[in-house]
Structure formats: C-alpha cells, structure tokens
C-alpha cells in the first residue's frame, strides 16, 4: 500500500517536472540486471562458479542463472560451453526491494563513497554501476566467503534521455555527485 502510494506521488511529480502531456510518458524502472563475470574464476576452480551463483541468488532474492561461452576463443582461453558469468533479472516488486536496499543499505557501506556520476548514463536513461566487492550486502556472510568478486548492476528505465532517467532516480533518492 504504501508503495503504491510512493509511486503514485513520484509519477504526479514526474509529470509535472518534468513537462510531460501524458501520464504514460512518465518514466519508471523497467528492470534491474545483476551480473557477475566468472571466465577467470571458472578457470581456476569449478566450485566458485557455484558459489557465485549462490551469491546472486542471495543478494537478488531470486535464482541467477550461468551465461555460457556461445563459441570458442583460443586467445582468452574460452571453450564453446564454459561458464563466463552469472546474472539474473529483476522486475516488479523484486526490482523495488533490490533498489530499496541498494539505496539504503548497501551504498552507505560502500567505503569512500561519494556518489555516481551523471556520466554513468547511457543515453537512454539507464545507468551502469560497477561494484568492486559483493561484502557490502548484508545477505553474505563473510565466514563462508572463498572468493571475493564485483558485480555489475544495470537500472534500465523506461526514460527517453539522461535527464528523464536522471529525474526518475532522484525522486528515488538515489545517491549522485553533486556539482560544487
């Protein structure tokens, strides 16, 4: 409910600020894609690959799912049907929750963080962030930790530029450098 309530308030204040004549003109976040990278870990030790998956799975709420090599590539090493990474998508309510805590949890535990650029941007008003360690998730214990791996987190929104996009995850309080 009080969701519902939240979306409602942000898309009235979308529409008015930013200027928009129809209601589904509005932008809103369509999914959120988090990936990790597993080609040198998958050489190394099959098990890790595993244990990504497990992290994920833990941090996202929902199974992810390993990516496989589609051809062979002598020069990195790369066989037709190795795994090369782990991702999963989420969508709907599983997509607020995930943001809510990226948000409000994990990025104040981000060492040294001082917030995203306005440059993280696509040109579509989606936006990229690079996590370099997966332990600021509080859903990972770091007993059980074996191998420490970033992550990739794409927002897709449905805004036509940057400053849709830009506007859409401010009124998230989502955390950008502000210019002195």
């Known amino acids: 409910m009080l969701q519902n309530i939240t979306q409602a308030q942000i898309k009235a204040e979308l529409l008015s600020e930013l ?88 990025f104040p535990r981000v060492r040294d963080f001082r917030g995203f650029s306005k440059k993280s941007f696509d040109g579509r008003g989606n936006i990229s962030i690079g996590i370099k360690e997966h332990l600021v998730f509080p859903e990972i214990n770091p007993d059980d930790l074996v191998e420490i791996h970033g992550l990739q987190i794409v927002i897709q929104t449905s805004a036509q530029n940057d400053e849709q996009g830009y506007a859409l995850l401010k009124k998230y309080n989502f955390p950008f450098k502000e210019k002195n």
């Open 19 to 106: 200027g928009l004549s129809n209601p589904h003109q509005v932008p809103k976040i369509e999914k959120i894609i988090v990936g990790a990278g597993v080609g040198t870990l998958a050489q190394k030790d099959k098990k890790l690959v595993k244990e990504v998956q497990d992290n994920l799975t833990l941090i996202a709420g929902q199974k992810a799912v390993v990516n496989k090599a589609r051809k062979s590539i002598s020069n990195f090493k790369l066989r037709e049907g190795m795994p090369v990474g782990v991702a999963v998508t989420l969508r709907g309510q599983r997509a607020n929750d995930f943001l809510n805590n990226l948000i409000n949890v994990v």
